[in-house]
Nanobody, 112 residues
């Protein structure tokens, strides 16, 4: 089974930027970035097909950009204009169906 490892999170002030990376141990196809706020269910933030078509949750549209590097089996999430409500643990996985085991995630904290 493909293993997923997320990285790039951290503490940033409101209005700041972060770039998350997702490294996969094997070939990946349609992928998504998800996030989980404390006490809530995991939600889809952005998705990308193997051909590069993208879609975004309304809450991040215009601020986040998902991309991929098929040669490196990697998916990225560029997050700009971060808001406190973006604070969450971010994960990557297949989309729309979650096929692989969840990775450890990467914590994003937006606070002044």
């Amino acid at each position: 089974q493909v293993q997923l490892v997320e990285s790039g999170g951290g503490l940033v002030q409101p209005g700041g930027s972060l770039r998350l990376s997702c490294a996969a141990s094997g070939t990946i196809w349609k992928m998504g970035w998800y996030r989980q706020h404390p006490g809530l269910q995991r939600e889809l933030v952005a998705a990308i097909t193997s051909g590069g078509a993208t879609s975004y949750a309304d809450s991040v549209k215009g601020r986040f950009t998902i991309s991929r590097d098929n040669a490196k089996n990697a998916v990225y999430l560029q997050m700009n204009s971060l808001k406190p409500e973006d604070t969450a643990v971010y994960y990557c996985n297949t989309h729309p169906a979650v096929i692989y085991s969840w990775g450890p995630g990467t914590q994003v904290s937006v606070s002044s």
